[in-house]
């Protein structure tokens, strides 16, 4: 906790740091950027509170380091319970250290693990979240979807669906983003975000096909041999999805097969961790056009409809409302 201290007493007001002359133009611009798309997300009805109106320079680049982890033969995470958020299936570390070592515990207990960094976090809206230097190198359309996505949290959050809270942040982010830039008349960077939100869409596809494949493998309860072969052939299906029929269908970004012929088998705890950001997608995106494809109007909505709903219970609440 003495990290997560450090940065709160690193915090500086963002509005002096715009206003300092003696910081780079560039990384004023990013910071006034910040703050408009903050001002923004509060006409999208988005309840920004404090959030990012200061900024902390952490000192390097990660923030911090999430685990994941999951059973070998299930795309069964493990979860641990907080008190505000609920039961959630990753846990973070701010020491790199303790990070890994919690992840070799996990996998000397025969746990698919998965260890990946973030740049940012959220409170929930119960602190004043500062922006920090870790997330400030995002490209603009990036940095605009993140204040979004962060400042959806404090809007909106089902206790113990954590998959559920980031897709819908991931909506709200990249849609968010278009609205925002396509009212400072910047078209480019409008279609940039909603091409990337479209990526996401097809990304979150390509993952419930390549989860669909994996559930009907372990249904046939593999032993231990079987399972590694077949986690390699399951690997080897995907990355020719990926580089394939995916690749065609990606807008933003430009994927080049891989030179390298290593067969590699999925990983469980990446799939969770992937996933958390991409599951029901297309659910999400048909609330919003059912709204009037209009950001606002679908958070209203979906801030109504989702009162006093608490897990599993928001996906029958969402698809079950849908105009």
Same mark, same amino acid.
């Given at each position: 906790?003495? @990290? ?38 509060? %006409? ?12 902390? =320079? ?35 570390? +701010?020491? #790199?250290?303790?990070?890994?070592? +919690? ?5 000397? !207990? ?12 959220? %409170?929930?809206?119960? @602190? ?35 998959? +559920?809270?980031?897709?819908?942040? !991931? ?22 975000? #909603? ?10 596809? @390509? ?6 494949? #994996? =559930? ?25 999805? @990926? ?40 659910? +999400?995106?048909?609330?919003? !056009? ?34």
């Amino acid at each position: 906790m003495w @990290f997560v201290a450090a940065i709160l007493a690193a915090r500086r007001p963002i509005e002096r740091l715009v206003a300092d002359t003696t910081l780079p133009a560039d990384t004023r611009a990013r910071l006034r950027l910040v703050l408009e798309a903050r001002d923004y997300a509060a %006409t999208l009805g988005l309840e920004a509170k404090s959030t990012y109106t200061k900024y902390a =320079d952490v000192g390097r680049d990660t923030l911090l380091l999430v685990v994941t982890a999951s059973g070998a033969d299930c795309i069964c995470p493990v979860t641990w319970t907080y008190p505000v958020a609920g039961r959630v299936p990753y846990k973070g570390f +701010f020491n #790199a250290a303790d990070a890994k070592r +919690f992840a070799a515990g996990l996998e000397a !207990q025969g746990y698919d693990v998965n260890l990946r960094p973030s740049s940012a976090f959220s %409170t929930l809206g119960w @602190f004043n979240d500062p922006l920090l230097s870790t997330a400030l190198e995002r490209d603009s359309v990036e940095l605009v979807a993140l204040v979004m996505h962060e400042i959806a949290h404090n809007t909106l959050w089902v206790k113990g669906n954590v998959a +559920f809270n980031e897709s819908y942040a !991931q909506l709200v982010g990249y849609r968010g983003a278009e609205a925002f830039f396509r009212q400072q008349g910047d078209t480019a960077l409008a279609r940039r975000a #909603a091409d990337r939100w479209h990526d996401e869409g097809v990304f979150g596809e @390509f993952y419930t096909r390549l989860i669909a494949r #994996a =559930d009907s493998f372990y249904a046939t309860h593999p032993d231990s041999a079987a399972l590694r072969a077949g986690k390699v052939a399951i690997g080897r299906w995907a990355r020719a999805e @990926f580089e394939g029929p995916v690749a065609a269908e990606i807008r933003s970004v430009r994927i080049t097969p891989s030179t390298d012929t290593t067969a590699r088998p999925i990983n469980n705890a990446r799939l969770v961790g992937i996933t958390l950001y991409r599951t029901h997608l297309d659910a +999400f995106e048909a609330w919003y !056009q059912a709204h009037g494809a209009d950001v606002k109007a679908s958070v209203a909505a979906l801030d109504t409809v989702m009162e006093g709903v608490e897990g599993d219970s928001a996906w029958v609440r969402l698809e079950g409302t849908s105009p």
